[in-house]
């Protein structure tokens, strides 16, 4: 790898990052004006035209305003895990299935799980750290949440790598040429949707951000820059889990236009489930991980092993 291929990557990583973050500002208009419509309102529509800079006012309001942090909190480790939290969040788009030479290496989907697994300790360390009991009973409830959730993920993750024999991301596209994913496997994407909407602490699974029992969750005594970080790392979260829904089950046509109008529909899904569906019991939650999604994602992994193992001894 020379110095130009090198420079080439870090020039790439850095105009997807900073497109992620852009689209993350229009994320967080659109599901204000979508909200506000399903609530028969209008949403922001006085900051210029139709309330389009609307986010970026927001931006420039929250990273201008004081710092605080109490008095009593681990302050290195307070400040440190949003600014983590948004790094683990930019980082995994590192596994985006170029088409072109850039970082598509081999390994995406277990890039994806390491980083996805990080990202409970930054949760963990902002609740421990801001030593409030609110929010430490938020962080511990994302906590059993995210890990209960991943592992449906990684198994129905795991059942695709059995029938692509692969880890790249990129194989999707050619293992997809006739026939979409979730046409064989609409099961399997409706529970990889669910667990998207709990990895990423969403309605009906924000139980880390139930206002009416824990004020506001594990970010309770986060204010101006630090709650502006771990927003930006949510909604980054969503972006990502749509694009990876669209890569595994909606044909991965990655560089064409209807890919962003499948990855824009889906991420308004996330927004429509939270306009439409109230929170979930908690206890639910947890029996729909283990009781439902888990034998069901069981079945689909064993099931694609037989179908790999049928189709090697066919074609040999």
Known sequence: MNLFEILIS????L??????????????????????????????NKVGFVGVPQPF?????????????????????????????LFLALLVWMVYP??????????????????????????MVAGWA????????????????????????????????????SYCLLQFFYFQG???????????????????????????FDFAEGESELVSGFNVEYSSGGFALIF??????????????????????????NFFIKLTFLSFMFIWVRGTLPRFRYDKLMYLAWKSFLPLSLNYLIFFIGLSIFLFSVCV
Request: with cysteine; glycine share 6%.
């Open 10 to 13: 870090l020039v790439d990583s």
């Open 15 to 44: 105009l997807l990052i900073i497109c992620v973050l852009v689209g993350v500002a229009f994320l967080t208009l659109l599901e204000r004006k979508v909200l506000g419509y399903i609530q028969i309102r209008k949403g922001p």
């Open 57 to 85: 006012s927001d931006a420039i309001k929250l990273f201008m305003k004081e710092q605080t942090h109490p008095l009593l909190s681990n302050y290195f480790l307070y400040y440190f895990s949003p600014v983590f939290s």
């Open 98 to 123: 170029y088409m072109t030479f850039m970082l598509s290496f081999n390994f995406g989907v277990l890039f994806f799980l390491c980083c996805t697994s990080m990202g409970v300790y930054t949760v």
């Open 130 to 165: 801001s030593n409030s009991n609110y929010a430490l009973l938020g962080g511990l409830r994302a906590i059993a949440q995210t890990i209960s959730y991943e592992v449906s993920l990684a198994l129905i993750l795991l059942s695709f790598v059995f029938l692509i024999d």
């Open 178 to 204: 006739y026939v979409w994913f979730i046409f064989f496997s609409f099961p399997l994407a409706l529970a990889w949707f669910a667990s998207c909407l709990a990895e990423t602490n969403r309605t009906p």
């Open 232 to 257: 930006l790392a949510e909604y980054a979260s969503i972006l990502f889990m749509s694009m990876l829904f669209c890569t595994i089950f909606l044909g991965c046509d990655v560089g064409t236009f």
